[in-house]
């Protein structure tokens, strides 16, 4: 094959990887949607493997509500420090409830300090067995605000 043959073909190589890039991207959006959705799904049944879902369309394609979300879950479920991690994370992009959401932070800050104070109590079944609380269930006025979805 001669060197010119190969020559000729770079341009219509060239214009067929650019032209490729959209639809990927196409693609990766329509993913990250899919993932969004499904995580949502899971989390409003109350199943933390929608967190990771939510995770993954953040890493396909990073959003402020993709990060709230993910914010929100943590915090429903009464992991408070990753939920004030991801709030952090969303403040970075520098939202209009910028208050608000720093005011939630402080909150939950407050529930894990007392937390750290306060004597474990033991919780027991009716068998006077030693059972863990469940750590899902958040009282209504530690709950983070109502938000969005996509």
Partial sequence: MSRGWRLAWLPA??????LSVPHARADE??????????????????DPQGIAL???????????????????????LGLYR?????????????????????????SMQEILDRQAREPTVAVTDPTGEEVAPDPGVTPAAERPPERVSE
Avoid: K, Q
């Fill in 13 to 18: 190589i060239a214009v067929t990887l650019l």
């Fill in 29 to 46: 959006r329509t993913e990250a949607r899919r993932l969004f959705r499904d995580g949502m799904a899971l989390v409003e049944r109350g």
């Fill in 54 to 76: 939510l995770e993954e369309a953040y890493e396909i394609l990073p959003h402020p509500h993709v990060m709230y979300n993910i914010a929100r879950a943590y915090a429903e």
């Fill in 82 to 106: 990753e939920s004030i991690d991801a709030f952090e994370r969303y403040l970075e992009w520098d939202p209009a409830d910028a208050g608000e959401v720093t005011e939630f932070i402080a």
